[in-house]
């Protein structure tokens, strides 16, 4: 029987520390777990925060013209993308604003640049900045959306052939979807006899018609694409 027994290996018993152990690696990861968070600190929480009047905002925009081509943009692959299939684009920085502010100025002044004709100030209207601010709201950090803004009227102007000619152009071979360069006041309601040297900004338009009269430009922006890039709590 004795060696019968000694054939047989007895079983260990189960180690008493196992589970001892089992229990502090689960606390050393939900340990490590807090460690991450705690190093992320509140900002993880503002991502899924949706965006409420009054919060700060980064905003990476694209305006399009009424043809659809972009025509303001802060995002570098869409004013390269644009200017190498030949279009008329601007390049500018990201925008910061307050959800659901509102402009104080009827004209926004845009530092912007292109290829061809370097550095400018593009106009922005109120109502687009507006609409922008605007639709923010409920939006989270890292989501984008394609806008419409309100239906623009009187986003047209009528030029002579001397006119056309007289701002640069070529009223002889211009066409029908060209896009041209316009000039705006920056402040329209400053007087002339506050002796204030006006300041203008430009806007790219497109000519919607041509007769031996002159020409149509419509310089309306009608939708942008935005992406909320970052969001400040108020």
Known sequence: ???????????????????KKIGVIVIGVGFAVIMVVSSLGMGWLITMHPAAAGDGAVVDVTLFDGMGRPALTSNIR???????????????????????????????????????YGEAKYALFAPEWDAIAAELEGMRQGDSRRITFPTPEGFEREMS?????????????????????????????????????????????YV??????????NYSLPSAQISLLQLTRA
């Open 161 to 205: 052939p001397e006119e056309f000619n007289g701002i640069g152009g070529n009223f002889t071979t211009v066409t029908t979807g060209d896009q041209i360069v316009l000039g705006f006041a920056e402040n329209p309601e400053v007087s002339l006899e506050e002796n204030v040297t006006p300041s203008y900004v430009i806007r790219t338009g």
């Open 208 to 217: 919607t018609e041509k007769t031996d009269a002159g020409i149509r430009v």
């Open 78 to 116: 869409t004013f390269n993308a644009t200017t190498e299939a030949g279009n008329m684009v601007w390049f500018c920085g990201q925008f910061s604003t307050r959800v659901k502010a509102t402009s104080q100025k009827e004209i926004i002044s845009i530092p912007v640049y292109n290829y061809y």
């Open 1 to 19: 029987m004795k060696d019968q027994e000694k054939g047989k290996k007895k079983k260990k018993p189960a180690s008493k520390w196992t589970a």
